[in-house]
């Protein structure tokens, strides 16, 4: 029997296509938008001024300083751009880090966002917001963070380096994989789930072959979107919350922290997750989510380890300690030693 649930659809608005970043003039005039702010991180300052551009007299200021883990010292520095020059609307071109800032600014002034994604992430769709200062990381979820408006441009995301992408693509396959065994889960979900998992998967193969396919793109951008939505709208486990731990004990990067740590994770609470599998191995095609992922993966030429990404072995015990400090859903309960196994793989990139 289908269990009780609770279903929020989310409010955001999606425009989604190639070439759809020339609907953004349209866009912010709905928002009543007339002093626009656009901002990105300093290496897609030429994709800011090309965006600037498209909003003719609406546009107000740009600023190109976004940054990985939304400093908020530099939320300070943009604050008073904003204010300098009385904006009244924000528009992010970027991955996560530039979604961060205009999320972090709308959290301190409640302007309207509109985000033009050129990454899987998926931060563009959620209400949550992470934010660092004095090297610790907070996050927060509230309704001022959740950006009106989103334009999804295939176009824009055919400069993501293939090896970026399928870093990135893993990262949003991670966010449906816990949305199918999250407390919260619920059909709609789970629907969003599946689907988003299949058009990732189908898309990545080409990824090394042909980066420019704009089809595979599509495909990839959509796949990412809905997992997005169950990022938005679920409660994260063991994964999200390790790759958390990780990333902010060792400085680690977020993409690759998310593709590395995975398919151990899914190992790790394989013994719980039936229904949850099963539903992975029908979106990718194949009878083993773990192992189909694990392929996939060393297909990409991406860092298979911890180790390649900067974390020391010493570490294992310490994250260990902080994971298992801070108890969160997980259907699988997290216990030091099992937790030191995944790790010590996932750090040496055994497989499982
Ligand atoms: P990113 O935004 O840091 O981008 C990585 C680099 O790639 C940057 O230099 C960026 O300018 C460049 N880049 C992005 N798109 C490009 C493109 N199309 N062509 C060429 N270069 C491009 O990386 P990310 O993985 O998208 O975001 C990571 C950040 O997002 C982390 O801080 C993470 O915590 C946050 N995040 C937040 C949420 C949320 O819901 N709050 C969800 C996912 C990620």
Not at 29 to 35: F, I, K, M, P, Y
Request: net charge negative.
């Amino acid at each position: 029997m289908l269990s009780s649930f609770t279903w929020q659809a989310l409010p955001t608005r999606v425009v989604f296509g190639r070439g759809t970043s020339a609907a953004l003039p349209a866009e912010v005039d709905r928002l009543g938008g007339r002093r626009v702010l656009v901002h990105s991180t300093p290496e897609q300052a030429a994709l800011a001024e090309r965006v600037t551009q498209l909003l003719g007299e609406r546009a107000a200021g740009v600023f190109t300083g976004a940054t990985m883990h939304t400093p908020v010292d530099v939320t300070a520095r943009a604050l008073d751009v904003v204010k300098a020059n009385r904006i009244d609307a924000v528009v992010a071109v970027g991955g996560g880090s530039t979604t961060g800032l205009g999320k972090a600014i709308a959290l301190r002034t409640d302007l309207p966002q509109i985000v033009l994604p050129t990454t899987y992430a998926g931060s563009e769709m959620t209400p949550i917001l992470g934010e660092t200062q004095d090297g610790r990381k907070v996050t927060r979820r509230d309704a001022k963070i959740q950006p009106e408006v989103v334009i999804y441009d295939v176009d824009l995301t055919l400069s993501l380096p293939p090896a970026m992408s399928a870093l990135s693509a893993f990262n949003a396959i991670a966010h449906a994989a816990e949305a199918l065994y999250a407390p919260d889960r619920n059909p709609i979900v789970s629907l969003m789930a599946e689907e988003g998992v299949r058009a990732v998967v189908e898309a990545l193969p080409q990824l090394q072959a042909a980066p420019d396919d704009a089809d595979m793109r599509a495909s990839l951008l959509y796949g990412a979107w809905l997992c997005a939505c169950c990022l938005a709208t679920t409660t994260m486990g063991l994964h999200h919350k390790l790759c958390h731990t990780l990333g902010g004990m060792f400085d680690l990067p977020h993409a690759q922290t998310h593709a590395i740590v995975l398919p151990y994770a899914l190992a790790y609470n394989a013994p719980n997750i039936a229904d949850a599998l099963a539903s992975l191995e029908r979106a990718m095609g194949a009878d083993d989510a773990v192992q189909v992922l694990l392929r996939l993966e060393s297909g990409c030429g991406i860092p298979l380890a911890l180790r390649d990404i900067g974390m020391p072995h010493a570490g294992i015990a310490q994250a260990v300690e902080q994971a298992i400090a801070n108890p969160y859903a997980n259907p699988r309960p997290v216990e030091a030693d099992a937790l030191t196994d995944l790790l010590e793989r996932a750090w040496s990139g055994a497989g499982v």
